[in-house]
């Protein structure tokens, strides 16, 4: 099974910082791959897909890079309702996994 | 509007046997495949099964092979788990997923059910 590791696995931001989460294959995964929004008691929501397409309806502050091993997030003007938790999915191979998620807390 | 609503979820011991269902509206179902994730308490999420749009290609997790079997009925517009030998370790939120198709990812996810393992 591919490995994703996601870094860090905390953070503290203000409202207006620039926010970068970094997620890591065990091999390489072209870029399939996924990233999704989850609040506490709610389901998770699809950002961004194939590494760096922004799903119907995200904000645009939202962008996914990366390809290959090495992927990242980046949320460009934290909001209030940014604050959740982020998770990295790797759709290369079955089973598909998901980091261990990137709680993002306000400073 | 396009949902997934889950249901079938509660407290059963362990061995017990438990079946889950999630009713899709506002799409059409039998064009997706579909998929089980689940997540145990403060855990992250797990991928359980999955199943194709006709439902002639299934996958499981390592972790549920043998006791837990995926299904669907396209006329009703339903997925369904069947979960036996339930384990402690069974325990966390099922949601019901679809694949948005290639490039695959989840796209709608229902609201949960949970599933508790206790004696």
């Known amino acids: 099974d591919i490995q994703m590791t996601q870094s860090p696995s905390s953070l503290s931001a203000s409202v207006g910082d620039r926010v970068t989460i970094t997620c890591r294959a065990s091999?390489?995964?072209?870029?399939?791959l996924n990233w999704y929004q989850q609040k506490p008691g709610k389901a998770p929501k699809l950002l961004i897909y194939?590494?760096?397409s922004l799903q119907s309806g995200v904000p645009s502050r939202f962008s996914g890079s990366g390809s290959g091993t090495d992927f990242t997030l980046t949320i460009s003007s934290l909001q209030p309702e940014d604050f959740a938790t982020y998770y990295c999915?790797?759709?290369?191979?079955?089973?598909?996994?998901f980091g261990q998620g990137t709680r993002l807390e306000i400073k | 509007q396009v949902q997934l609503v889950e249901s079938g979820g509660g407290l059963v011991k362990p061995g017990g046997s438990l079946r889950l269902s999630c009713a899709a509206s506002?799409?059409?179902?039998?064009?997706?495949?579909m998929s089980w994730i689940r997540q145990a308490p403060g855990k992250g999420l797990e991928w359980v099964s999955y199943?194709?749009?006709?439902?002639?290609?299934?996958y499981y997790a390592d972790s549920v092979k043998g006791r837990f079997t995926i299904s669907r009925d396209n006329a009703k517009n339903s997925l369904y788990l069947q979960m036996n030998s339930l384990r402690a370790e069974d325990t966390a939120v099922y949601y019901c997923?679809?694949?948005?198709?290639?490039?695959?990812?989840?796209?709608?996810w229902g609201q949960g059910t949970m599933v508790t393992v206790s004696s």
């Open positions: 997923a679809r694949d948005r198709g290639f490039p695959s990812a989840f796209d709608i």
């Open positions: 506002g799409f059409t179902f039998s064009d997706y495949y």
């Open positions: 199943i194709s749009s006709s439902g002639s290609t299934i």
């Open positions: 091999q390489s995964i072209s870029s399939y």
């Open positions: 194939a590494a760096s």
């Open positions: 999915q790797q759709s290369y191979s079955t089973p598909c996994t």
